[in-house]
């Protein structure tokens, strides 16, 4: 069993930066990528950025591609969102997410494992 636990969701506004949290704890041995999602009011969940687990190959979502950055802190046991040049369409609830039976990074239903999600609400 692994246990997410997102944090660092709050109301900011357009072109602001943010940074998400997520900690990373139980069995992780079997890992093979962890990633972020994120769920507009009305929407489907849709894949933000997500990386491996191992070798640290990184994926992104075209819409945040060049704005956020996922990283993974030395211990392995916190995964970071950093948000840059927010806009109104990022407001979403986000989720981290940990996968241990597959390398499809983009595919929600693929992943086994989801935190509570943390929101971002971006407006003027």
């Known amino acids: 069993q692994v246990h997410l636990v997102e944090s660092g969701g709050e109301s900011v506004q357009p072109g602001d930066s943010l940074r998400l949290s997520c900690g990373i704890s139980?069995?992780?041995?079997?890992?093979?990528?962890v990633g972020w999602f994120r769920q507009a009011a009305g929407k489907a969940r849709e894949f933000v950025a997500a990386?491996?687990?191992?070798?640290?190959?990184?994926h992104y979502a075209d819409p945040v591609s060049g704005r956020f950055t996922i990283s993974l802190d030395s211990s392995k046991e916190t995964m970071f969102l950093e948000m840059n040049n927010l806009k109104s369409e990022d407001t979403a609830t986000y989720y981290c997410?940990?996968?241990?039976?597959?390398?499809?990074?983009?595919?929600?239903?693929?992943?086994?494992?989801w935190g509570q999600g943390t929101q971002v609400t971006v407006s003027s």
């Open positions: 997410a940990a996968d241990e039976r597959t390398y499809i990074m983009a595919v929600a239903s693929t992943y086994d494992y």
């Open positions: 139980g069995r992780t041995l079997r890992l093979t990528s």
């Open positions: 990386i491996t687990w191992k070798s640290g190959e990184i």
